[in-house]
């Protein structure tokens, strides 16, 4: 089941026939074990907490047609939300419980009611201050890496290696977008002391009220934690595609220290024997070149001499 959770992610994420789920951004979630709404897009850009898609064609819904264009986003998704049909549905659920508890118990389920909202902010402020962390270390490492970078490699990588570089930009910006739009001021829709000033009972409105705010907040914190719990992904994806396109980069400036060990000498091959003449030092500093350092092959060019005389002279 990991595998295929792991291969519809990937499978999710990809700029061209990505398969998404209307229901939710990723389609491994488990909230979508029992439904789905699937769709084979042709072009899905990625950009933070939006999907922007172009010619969704939806699989196994005979009754929706082909979605031309159309933008996702994370945090207006329904799932964060409680529809007015629902509140009122709440409402009335939650009193008619109210009216059936003893005073005792009214106060203690309130009581429990406000340690339950305390722990949902608690859960807003902890995922802030894991947005903010990763906001430092984004603000603080991403331009001592693009001032630590030789851009001027980038046109020596082949092109599976610019592909590389490529997912490496994208991967970025996600990861900058996410931290950076979850940073946007969302207000929360809580209850109105109006309600309860003009309430004849004001004991069960206010039970009510904490039940209320607590629905809300709950769905605040969890669209603040799935924040955080994308950011962790686009993190690891970033390490990931850095470390390959790193490694592959550190080969090229291997490999081009390597080539500048290169030598090329030009000497007079009658002249070689006189102590003082330019060729002799050339040639003396050919043969220590080749008895300290190892090479691959010595390439000999010459006219008006002997091969032979040359294979004597480098035995």
């Given at each position: 089941m990991w595998f295929v959770n792991l291969l519809f992610n990937i499978w999710t994420y990809l700029p061209f026939l990505a398969i998404t789920d209307e229901l939710v951004f990723s389609v491994s979630e488990k909230e979508i074990e029992k439904s789905h709404k699937y769709y084979l897009s042709l072009i899905n850009i990625l950009f933070g907490e939006k999907k922007i898609q172009f010619v969704s064609v939806p699989i196994f819904q005979s009754d929706k047609k082909v979605i031309i264009f159309r933008v996702i986003q994370f945090s207006q998704m329904d799932r964060f939300k409680i529809s007015e049909d629902k509140v009122k549905q709440l409402e009335n659920d939650y009193k008619q419980h109210y009216d059936t508890l003893s005073e005792n118990d009214k106060t203690i389920e309130k009581e429990e009611l406000l340690r339950h909202l305390e722990e949902q902010e608690s859960?807003?402020?902890?995922?802030?201050?894991?947005?903010?962390?990763?906001?430092?270390?984004?603000?603080?490492?991403?331009?001592?890496?693009?001032?630590?970078?030789?851009?001027?490699?980038?046109?020596?990588?082949?092109?599976?290696?610019?592909?590389?570089?490529?997912?490496?930009?994208?991967?970025?910006?996600?990861?900058?977008?996410?931290?950076?739009?979850?940073?946007?001021?969302?207000?929360?829709?809580?209850?109105?002391?109006?309600?309860?000033?003009?309430?004849?009972?004001?004991?069960?409105?206010?039970?009510?009220?904490?039940?209320?705010?607590?629905?809300?907040?709950?769905?605040?914190?969890?669209?603040?934690?799935?924040?955080?719990?994308?950011?962790?992904?686009?993190?690891l994806i970033v390490i990931f595609v850095s470390i390959i396109f790193f490694a592959v980069v550190q080969n090229i400036r291997k490999t081009d220290n390597e080539s500048m060990n290169d030598r090329v000498y030009t000497v007079e091959t009658n002249l070689i024997e006189k102590t003082y003449d330019e060729s002799a030092i050339r040639w003396n500093r050919l043969l220590a070149e080749l008895q300290e350092n190892e090479y691959k092959r010595v390439l000999v060019l010459y006219n008006d001499t002997d091969i032979i005389d040359i294979r004597e002279k480098l035995e």
């Amino acid at each position: 089941m990991w595998f295929v959770n792991l291969l519809f992610n990937i499978w999710t994420y990809l700029p061209f026939l990505a398969i998404t789920d209307e229901l939710v951004f990723s389609v491994s979630e488990k909230e979508i074990e029992k439904s789905h709404k699937y769709y084979l897009s042709l072009i899905n850009i990625l950009f933070g907490e939006k999907k922007i898609q172009f010619v969704s064609v939806p699989i196994f819904q005979s009754d929706k047609k082909v979605i031309i264009f159309r933008v996702i986003q994370f945090s207006q998704m329904d799932r964060f939300k409680i529809s007015e049909d629902k509140v009122k549905q709440l409402e009335n659920d939650y009193k008619q419980h109210y009216d059936t508890l003893s005073e005792n118990d009214k106060t203690i389920e309130k009581e429990e009611l406000l340690r339950h909202l305390e722990e949902q902010e608690s859960r807003i402020e902890t995922s802030f201050n894991k947005i903010n962390a990763f906001t430092t270390i984004i603000v603080a490492v991403i331009p001592i890496l693009i001032t630590l970078f030789d851009w001027s490699k980038l046109g020596t990588i082949d092109t599976v290696n610019k592909i590389v570089f490529a997912v490496l930009i994208y991967a970025n910006i996600n990861l900058c977008a996410w931290v950076f739009q979850a940073n946007n001021v969302r207000g929360i829709e809580k209850s109105a002391f109006r309600d309860l000033k003009n309430s004849k009972e004001k004991s069960k409105e206010q039970n009510w009220q904490i039940y209320f705010d607590w629905q809300q907040i709950m769905k605040k914190a969890d669209m603040y934690v799935s924040f955080v719990m994308y950011i962790k992904t686009w993190v690891l994806i970033v390490i990931f595609v850095s470390i390959i396109f790193f490694a592959v980069v550190q080969n090229i400036r291997k490999t081009d220290n390597e080539s500048m060990n290169d030598r090329v000498y030009t000497v007079e091959t009658n002249l070689i024997e006189k102590t003082y003449d330019e060729s002799a030092i050339r040639w003396n500093r050919l043969l220590a070149e080749l008895q300290e350092n190892e090479y691959k092959r010595v390439l000999v060019l010459y006219n008006d001499t002997d091969i032979i005389d040359i294979r004597e002279k480098l035995e």
